[in-house]
């Protein structure tokens, strides 16, 4: 079995990605969370956060990291983009781990978008949703879809909401995701 880790800007980010991946990968893929102390933008800091993520990547067994960030901003945006990437690169060197960039469209919460009829059947409602990859403010759009039901979302429901996602329709909606997934695919073979 393949060990991967995973480091986010938040655990509920590592715990919903590691759920959705589950999904196809349970059996064939452990994955592990690293530098759980590291979350939000603490993660720009990259003079503090490279010795944590070696570390907790060399005492892993991991044979690679995902490392998951939010663009903010949607994908049209160059700069934020040639700025995560830049910084993906330059962890990713200094660990030596040959990881992969999970970068998701404004937020993590814009693949909840890629199979919305999971999300509707969950909060009982009835939301339809364009094209995931131009959803400004994802995370938003789906607590005002909730805001006048008994049950309403928040962010932490995130890792649970993920584990029912069907992880075909979220590859097949979100663009970004799709383009993760043949990374990650080529990276286990």
Not at 18 to 39: D, P, S
Not at 98 to 113: K, P
Not at 127 to 154: E, Y
Request: with cysteine.
């Amino acid at each position: 079995m393949i060990k991967v880790g995973l480091v986010g800007e938040d655990p509920n980010d590592t715990s919903s990605v590691r759920n959705l991946l589950e999904q196809r990968y349970r059996g064939k893929v452990q994955f592990y969370t690293l530098a759980k102390r590291v979350t939000g933008n603490n993660l720009d800091s990259l003079n503090k956060i490279k010795k944590i993520v070696k570390a907790d990547f060399d005492d892993s067994g991991c044979s690679f990291i995902v490392y998951v960030r939010d663009l903010d901003e949607l994908e049209s945006h160059k700069g934020k983009l040639t700025e995560r990437i830049k910084w993906f690169r330059e962890l990713d060197n200094h660990v030596e781990s040959n990881g992969i960039l999970m970068l998701n469209i404004w937020e993590l919460e814009a693949l909840i978008l890629g199979d919305i009829e999971s999300f509707n059947k969950i909060y009982n409602v009835s939301h339809k949703s364009g094209n995931p990859m131009f959803v400004r403010d994802p995370k938003k759009v789906l607590i005002n879809v909730t805001t006048k039901n008994r049950k309403q979302f928040k962010e932490s429901d995130c890792p649970d909401i993920f584990s029912q996602l069907d992880i075909n329709k979220v590859e097949k909606n979100c663009r970004c995701f799709k383009k993760f997934i043949t990374e990650f695919d080529e990276k286990l073979n």
